[in-house]
């Protein structure tokens, strides 16, 4: 099951929301400055139907939610960038289960799809396994207990 | 010794045959260490196994591409209850064993205690033929409590936790020989050393004749009358989904069921077996587990040491164990709470956080049942509400030594409790809350007793031998037919029990 292309775009309206660039204090290059798009073509190839429907799903969801949100009265991507993560942060608290859910779906292939990029990897100093471990930790690894 | 044949290199005509002794459908533990076992016997054995082989060349390391290419439903087998939990199992040459944690543990004598005297599992399996098993399978497997040189900071500091505490703690003993901690167990080792049955007991058995069936799923029970009498299958793609020949295979003493406690009992329901009792697909019991996030001063580096090289078994007496949970980057980004910014500043600390995690052994039941339309199978599976209260101390305990090891914060990520904890004290409200299993993101992913051992052809699917009360000549060992969950790891336990059933069935097959 694949995504049309203009639900690709509410998606990546949302998973710019989830991991933004350019936060203060946080990291730089959030969802929208890395390419996702090999990662989404790939996911929407092989993940099973039954998940490609709750990601489009939630997509629909979250992008439609906000017409009913009080004062809001407008789609997901028409909102300030403080609404769109006070939106976000409020279905994670939801008291509702299936809302709670439904963001975190999302949030697990907008995360795959955002650490595939080696320059993403980098930034979160996650060094390939195959590269030799710093010194600093080889010393840590010595034991800090008595032996059990 | 033959290749692993698979729907690339079977060739494009419509029907293969062979045949053999024994066939057994699965290679995960049980599968795999009855081909061992047998093959050593002198009896001929064909293995079918529904995943592909995934070597080390294939492992990337991210958490999508081993997803993909070797977990059952890419990650996404479900089950339905009051909460959503994902079932986790491999589907690979291997079976779950190139992704799990190699962790190793013997069957608690107070459970082998319990399965005598509820079950009736004495001649076959029992604690002296167990012990005798787990010796050589120590010695076959390399199990080994993890070296030093292999923790990181990950285990080091659950260990200095524990320590601080004066909770019973360990390195876990693992199936590994030479672990370079690259934290990659779940996504299949990269260097191939994990003692996985792709890399030790199918290699073995081939080379001793046995042959191997990848990427074909065993669909249909031949019969000679009411006898087990082979086996038929359908090559196909696990990618793709493209279809391939037909695989007709006859077994000329005994068929195999080693599918694990989700496909097991749906095969044996496809073709009429195992029903006599009722009980086919019942009482599907696992560990639920959960994890939570530490965030330390000094950097943790999840990304080396052995992903699950320490463990806590103080309070295996109360139902739960603790142990450290390696997960790759993606997945620990998207288990940090909130969004935006928050998030955002989360994931920039990402060098300083550890990953623990608790598994409970359940008292809830669920049950398996074929799909609709030969779809996937239909799992369902609630924790009830005295398992979450289990699932509540554990977790205030496992927020105990996240403070103890000298976390600065611990990020639940528990509705109901604030996303940050700055001391203990944070997690009481936790046992305000009801005990609903909606509370906790859980994962399942030990999964016994759909098929279980028991001393009457009424109360259990199989005899202590693994032979289906109702169809002669089929066997099942594989984790399906243990009747409790064990509170441990149970890749040692699954490859012992199949082991003694398998002596017995190679005495059965010589005479």
């Not at chain 1, 289960?97 to 930034?123: F, G, H, T």
């Not at chain 2, 050589?136 to 900071?153: F, I, Y």
């Amino acid at each position: 099951m694949r995504l049309f292309a203009f639900e690709k775009r509410l998606l990546a309206i949302i998973a710019d929301a989830m991991l933004p660039s350019g936060v203060p204090g946080g990291l730089q290059r959030g969802a929208a400055s890395v390419p996702t798009e090999a990662f989404l073509s790939d996911f929407e190839k092989y993940a099973p139907g039954e998940s490609m429907l709750g990601v489009r799903a939630a997509t629909w969801i979250i992008t439609l939610l906000p017409l009913l949100w009080r004062f809001k009265l407008r789609p997901f991507g028409a909102l300030r960038p403080t609404d769109r993560y006070a939106l976000l942060n409020r279905l994670e608290q939801s008291r509702f289960y299936l809302i709670r859910e439904l963001p975190n779906l999302l949030k697990i292939v907008v995360c795959m799809a955002w650490c595939s990029d080696p320059r993403v990897q980098r930034d979160l100093h996650f060094l390939s396994p195959d590269s030799a471990p710093p010194q600093w930790l080889l010393e840590a690894s010595e034991p800090a207990t008595s032996e059990r | 010794m033959s290749e692993i044949h698979h729907i690339d290199n079977v060739g494009g005509g419509a029907l293969i045959e062979d045949s053999a002794d024994v066939v057994i459908i699965g290679t995960g533990p049980g599968g795999a260490t009855a081909a061992r076992v047998l093959t050593e016997a002198g009896v001929d054995v064909i293995m079918i196994e529904e995943g592909a082989p995934y070597p080390a060349g294939l492992r990337r390391g991210d958490a999508w591409s081993a997803m993909k290419l070797s977990w059952r439903d890419r990650s996404f087998q479900i089950a339905k209850g009051r909460s959503i939990t994902p079932m986790i199992q491999g589907c690979a040459v291997g079976g779950s064993t190139p992704i799990n944690g190699a962790i190793i543990h013997r069957t608690p004598a107070p459970i082998i205690a319990n399965w005598a005297k509820k079950h009736g599992m004495n001649e076959v399996i029992n604690e002296a033929g167990l012990n005798r098993v787990f010796g050589r399978l120590d010695e076959e497997l390399s199990v080994a409590p993890t070296p030093k040189s292999a923790w990181g900071n990950n285990n080091r500091l659950f260990g200095l936790a524990a320590d601080r505490l004066g909770w019973k703690a360990a390195p876990t003993s693992r199936s590994v020989a030479g672990c370079e901690g690259t934290a990659r167990c779940n996504q299949g080792c990269p260097t191939a050393v994990k003692q996985s049955m792709d890399v030790t007991y199918i290699p073995q058995a081939m080379a001793r004749g046995a042959r191997t069936y990848a990427t074909c799923r065993a669909e249909k029970l031949l019969r000679d009358g009411d006898r087990a009498a082979g086996v038929e299958g359908r090559f196909r793609d696990p990618l793709s989904g493209r279809v391939g020949p037909l695989l007709r295979v006859k077994a000329r003493r005994a068929v195999i069921v080693s599918a694990g406690a989700i496909h097991t009992p749906v095969f044996l329901q496809n073709n009429r077996a195992g029903r006599s009792s009722g009980q086919l697909g019942k009482n599907l019991i696992c560990h639920p587990g959960t994890s939570l996030i530490a965030d330390f001063e000094e950097p943790v580096d999840f990304w080396f040491g052995a992903t699950q090289g320490y463990e806590c078994t103080e309070f295996w007496g109360e139902l739960m164990k603790f142990e450290v949970v390696g997960l790759p980057p993606s997945v620990a980004v998207a288990r940090l709470p909130g969004y935006g910014p928050e998030l955002m500043r989360s994931a920039s600390r990402i060098r300083h956080l550890a990953h623990w995690g608790l598994q409970v052994r359940a008292t809830s039941e669920g049950s398996v049942r074929r799909g609709m339309f030969g779809g996937r199978p239909s799992i369902k599976y609630s924790i009830n509400a005295f398992d979450v209260s289990l699932m509540k101390k554990a977790y205030a305990r496992l927020v105990e030594m996240a403070f103890a090891a000298g976390a600065k914060r611990v990020l639940p990520g528990v509705p109901g409790i604030p996303q940050v904890l700055e001391s203990y004290d944070g997690i009481r409200p936790l046992f305000d809350l009801p005990d609903d299993p909606r509370l906790f993101h859980c994962i399942a992913a030990h999964l016994f007793g759909t098929a279980a051992i028991g001393t009457e052809a009424n109360n259990s699917v199989v005899s202590e031998t693994g032979e289906v009360w109702d169809t002669p000549g089929l066997y099942v060992m594989d984790a399906s037919n243990l009747p409790t969950n064990m509170g441990v790891n149970p890749q040692h336990t699954i490859c012992g029990v199949s082991w003694l059933m398998s002596e017995r069935l190679a005495d059965v097959v010589s005479a």
